[in-house]
């Protein structure tokens, strides 16, 4: 297993393109679509919903990819994460999240130091926080449970929907909130918005865990290769998949190891 300087470094890289990407599709958008505000958001969706995919699928082998402290959080609380690499985390998150807007600022050429001026408030955009958090968490432990290898394109696909389903647009995440409140474009949030925002995330995201100690109970099955035909030149411990077999042992505990936990563990 990766050392935890090299998993904090993946969730603040990680972490950094996420916002990057956020913000910065939603500056270009904004810019090419005429004042059309749904094109716009359109054109930001598609860019968050597939970048989480390849981030993912890039960094998951590292940290887990969390890339949020929500997931991580869920993860301690489900003993699937020490606290003490949790705190590591959450700060790589923050820090990245905060580079990542700075980043994106950059990139456009606009002053590096902003504070948004958008107004996201009030008790429906809360639920929708609170809802479309509970949401990405039990994509994250529902998929995970049997299928983890399906889990990066099922959170792009949760995200990609949420975007549109939810009155806030689905931030379900608390240093992807932060971070947005430093950004005066179109993916800002004013900063006496996020308090509110992170607090709903944070109660969808317990939810979800406690949804997920009952209806995904006991111990999900362990994910094995076919074995090479008995007999075979290299018929040894490794099978015809041994890069997968390689990735699937060196996971952290986090998005796409679920499935390592001992089969008499309750989850």
């Given at each position: 297993m990766p050392g935890l300087a090299q998993r904090a470094f993946a969730e603040w890289l990680g972490t950094a393109f996420l916002l990057a990407a956020v913000v910065g599709s939603g500056i270009m958008a904004q810019r090419l679509s005429g004042g059309n505000v749904?094109?716009?958001?359109?054109?930001?969706?598609?860019?968050?919903?597939?970048?989480?995919v390849v981030l993912i699928l890039m960094f998951a082998p590292i940290s887990g990819a969390h890339f949020n402290p929500a997931v991580t959080l869920a993860f301690a609380l489900r003993?699937?994460?020490?606290?003490?690499?949790?705190?590591?985390?959450?700060?790589?998150?923050?820090?990245?999240a905060i580079a990542g807007v700075g980043l994106a600022h950059l990139m456009f050429e606009l002053p590096l130091l902003q504070l948004s001026l958008t107004e996201r408030s009030g008790a429906g955009q809360w639920l929708a926080e609170a809802v479309a958090t509970f949401g990405l968490l039990s994509t994250i432990?529902?998929?995970?449970?049997?299928?983890?290898?399906?889990v990066p394109y099922a959170v792009g696909l949760?995200?990609?929907?949420?975007?549109?389903?939810?009155?806030?647009?689905?931030?379900?995440?608390?240093?992807v909130t932060i971070a947005r409140s430093l950004s005066d474009t179109f993916a800002g949030i004013a900063p006496w918005?996020?308090?509110?925002?992170?607090?709903?995330?944070?109660?969808?995201?317990?939810?979800?865990?406690?949804?997920?100690?009952?209806?995904?109970?006991?111990?999900?099955?362990?994910?094995?290769?076919?074995?090479?035909?008995?007999?075979?030149?290299?018929n040894q411990a490794s099978n015809s998949f041994p890069e997968m077999n390689r990735v699937s042992k060196s996971l952290p505990a986090g998005i796409l190891c679920m499935s390592t936990r001992p089969a008499e563990t309750d989850p």
């Open positions: 749904a094109l716009a958001l359109l054109c930001n969706t598609i860019a968050t919903g597939a970048v989480l003993g699937e994460v020490p606290w003490t690499d949790a705190i590591a985390y959450l700060a790589a998150q923050i820090a990245g432990l529902g998929v995970g449970y049997r299928t983890p290898a399906a949760y995200i990609t929907s949420a975007y549109w389903f939810t009155s806030s647009t689905s931030f379900a995440n608390p240093a918005g996020v308090p509110a925002f992170i607090t709903a995330q944070l109660i969808g995201a317990g939810l979800a865990v406690l949804l997920a100690r009952w209806l995904w109970a006991g111990a999900p099955e362990t994910w094995s290769a076919p074995q090479l035909p008995s007999g075979g030149p290299d």
